[in-house]
């Protein structure tokens, strides 16, 4: 009777990044679709603290960033923090550098999309 010693092929139940690569142009226009409705348009209707609106843009960051690869996950935080510093910090769309309240909100949105890929690392190594 022959055993066979080699390896077998892992089955994850989270697809490796490499396998989401194609998925990142759709991603990023949904999340730009998603956060141009929520923060854009939202932050002229519904008053919440600015704190308020970076948890909003840091969760649809955080959804995006778990579908796609690492280089749409950050510019997927990048779009949000465009939004935010455009929309919620400036108001009309004006973009401005603000110092720590910018900086803060770039490392929270930079952290929410590396979140997933981090866990994606893990489970993969496995």
């Given at each position: 009777m022959l055993v066979d010693l080699r390896p077998s092929r892992p089955t994850h139940a989270y697809p490796a990044a490499s396998s989401l690569r194609g998925s990142g142009p759709?991603?990023?226009?949904?999340?730009?679709?998603?956060?141009?409705?929520?923060?854009?348009?939202?932050?002229?209707?519904?008053?919440?603290?600015?704190?308020?609106?970076?948890?909003?843009?840091?969760?649809?960051t955080t959804t995006a960033s778990s579908q796609t690869s690492t280089g749409s996950a950050l510019l997927t935080a990048l779009l949000a923090w465009l939004m935010l510093n455009g929309f919620v910090a400036n108001g009309f769309g004006e973009l401005r550098w603000q110092g720590r309240e910018d900086l803060l909100r770039v490392l929270v949105l930079a952290a929410a999309a590396m979140v997933p890929?981090?866990?994606?690392?893990?489970?993969?190594?496995?």
């Open positions: 759709v991603v990023l226009a949904v999340a730009f679709a998603v956060l141009l409705v929520l923060v854009g348009a939202g932050s002229s209707l519904v008053t919440l603290p600015d704190w308020g609106w970076l948890l909003v843009s840091a969760a649809v890929q981090a866990g994606r690392v893990v489970r993969v190594a496995r």
